[in-house]
């Protein structure tokens, strides 16, 4: 089993429409979670930080963790074409620096 | 400005040859590291310097060899390099000391095709 597991998709919406993305993990120990953005040949762009357990909220981005089920989620409002891209989780354990990615879900949304 | 900046962006060479890439962070961090992303978009972590000292070395064949001159620069140079080789190489940068846990900032990458 993959330590981060996340659907490449392809995911695609109508604009407008309320985009949720997700990522389940197998090792206890992260505490730190994010998502980022990656246009296509760009590198990856933070979106959201995370600590433990909560919801946090940016704009139109609401990032979700529940440590008990091992799941993350970050939910997108009225989605626009420009959020087209795709979406990376990743996860860090206290005091490491590595970083463990999903594969990446990749979006698109339709004018 | 680029926060964090990689060069070349492309890079097209026969299997068996020696390069370098380049990073370099105006950010001010401590902590800098380098990405492979294969074919399928999975990325994964080679190296971690803090302040010019190697932290991380994960599963990386030694034709792989990361220098730091800096705290601002983290350069990889590959010799003989090979089909398997071929990939998108991402430089990324974060705050503070290791361990801190800070978020970590990505350069654009640089795209490595072996002939």
């Known amino acids: 089993q993959k330590e981060v597991e996340q659907d490449p998709g392809p995911l695609s919406v109508p604009e407008g429409a309320i985009v949720s993305l997700n990522c389940t993990y197998s090792n206890s120990a992260f505490q730190y979670f994010m998502w980022y953005r990656q246009y296509s040949r760009k590198g990856p762009e933070l979106l959201m930080y995370t600590y433990s357990s909560g919801n946090k909220e940016d704009g139109r981005f609401t990032a979700q963790v529940d440590k008990s089920s091992k799941y993350i989620s970050l939910f997108i409002r009225d989605s626009q074409p420009s959020d087209s891209a795709t979406y990376l989780c990743a996860m860090l354990q206290g005091g490491s620096e590595k970083l463990v990615f999903g594969k990446g879900t990749k979006l698109t949304v339709n004018p | 400005d680029t926060a964090v900046s990689q060069t070349p962006k492309y890079l097209v060479t026969q299997m068996g040859n020696d390069k370098s890439i380049k990073c370099e962070q105006n950010?001010?961090?401590?902590?800098m590291y380098w990405y492979k992303q294969d074919s399928k978009k999975f990325l994964k972590i080679m190296f971690s310097?803090?302040?010019?000292?190697?932290?991380i070395n994960e599963t990386v064949p030694n034709r792989f060899s990361p220098k730091s001159p800096d705290k601002a620069h983290l350069n990889l140079h590959i010799n003989s390099l090979e089909l398997g080789d071929s990939a998108v190489y991402f430089c990324?940068?974060?705050?503070?000391?290791?361990?801190?846990?800070?978020?970590?900032?990505f350069g654009d990458g640089t795209r490595l095709s072996i002939l």
């Open positions: 950010l001010g961090h401590d902590t």
């Open positions: 310097y803090n302040n010019k000292e190697l932290i």
């Open positions: 990324a940068s974060s705050p503070g000391q290791f361990g801190s846990n800070q978020p970590q900032h």
